[in-house]
């Protein structure tokens, strides 16, 4: 069955310069092209489409409120707003809504590579009330503009990383965060950084990406107050796991590639709770209230009450912003990997890892440690990495693996949550805790 897609241009003009993104989608896409926002709206009351591309301007309207809209009306609609990046007065407007963005000039490549990586999510996420909650929320990040100028300045082939320093440098909020983690005990340096630009040399390219986006998350959500939910502790988890599945991937190997992934998606994993605890905060307090009270792992009880889990939503978050697939796999199911169906190392099963290890650690002396994650030992079995857990803490400098009893299996309650997300579940696995 086609997807169809819908161009809306600033008139006859604008729609024909756009046809021309169209060319490369090939026969799995049917395409509908309208001169105005007027028009576009009569389409989509006519038919279906799968996805709107529309300029930053369409005459005298504003494609912007039209997508906001079109959020409300059809929120199963991917929607693409071509925006010109260097236009901070336009890109500031942006910010906070769940739309994509594409940066023009924009060219048939990058918009089917958008297109793609936005229907990617529903092979394997299959929840739509996922889709629909990101679709409707009104405090939603979009991915800084900073980000931007910092990987256009590292595909310049004058780039360096001074540049890059005097990029954020300008950014007063990204660069006290920036400087709060480069001297955090994450990173162990003996002397206190000063700078970006320093920051950046000892951080190196990809690093710095990867927590400019976090920063940029944190600091958008930094005014949740609440003594059941704290941003600070959520910070500290973060650059632990993110730290925690870098080690990880090092030791087990993994290619430089996959090491920053591993970095990013532990980082990453659990944006899906600010998502969720800014736009549904006392929902989501009581929520954490009951897990701790019952203790219950977090994300069950998020499933029973919202249908959606964090991890979900966060994966949802970070398939908007355009971050690579394997990334979004990790957030997605870092509590459940088995579901994943490749069975080698990845950055899922670091993020995994990482993230029970520190929870662990956070846990200790704590009475209701089963909210705790745990880590899913059939998964790694299945990846015959058994035998690589001592190693792996070991030069995570982490005590030995204690001895336990062995995991009950799956409740029927619980199996029954996992297999209504229709996706693959090892026979007998152990539900990993998730807190």
Known sequence: MKRRLLLVGDGPNGLHSLKPLASG??????????PGIVEAQCSLGQNGFDAVVTELRVGCASGLQFLNQLTEQHPRTQRFLLADLSDK??????VGTSHHYLATPCDPET????LDRAFSLDVWLMNERVKRFISQMQKLPSIPALYFQVVKELQSPTSSLETIGGLIAKDLVMTAKLLQLINSAVFGLRRQIASPTEAVLCLGAET???????????????KIKSSSFSVERLWEHALATGSLARTIAVNQGAPPDMVEESFTAGLLHDIGKLVIACNLTSDYISVLQTAHREGRPLWLVEEEVFSLTHAEVGACVLGIWGLPVTIIEAVALHHYPSRFLSKSFSPLTAVHIANAWDQEQRGKGKVQNRMLPEVDLNYIQELELIDSLPNWRAACKLPPIEEKQELPAATPDTTTLINTANTPV??????????
């Open 25 to 34: 989608l090939g026969p799995n896409w049917e395409v509908v092209g309208v």
């Open 89 to 94: 007065q336009a890109v500031t407007k942006c």
């Open 111 to 114: 918009l089917k590579a958008a």
């Open 208 to 222: 710095t990406k990867s927590v400019l986006l976090l920063a940029h998350t944190f600091s958008y959500f930094d």
């Open 426 to 435: 090892l026979t007998g696995a152990p539900i990993a805790a998730a807190a």
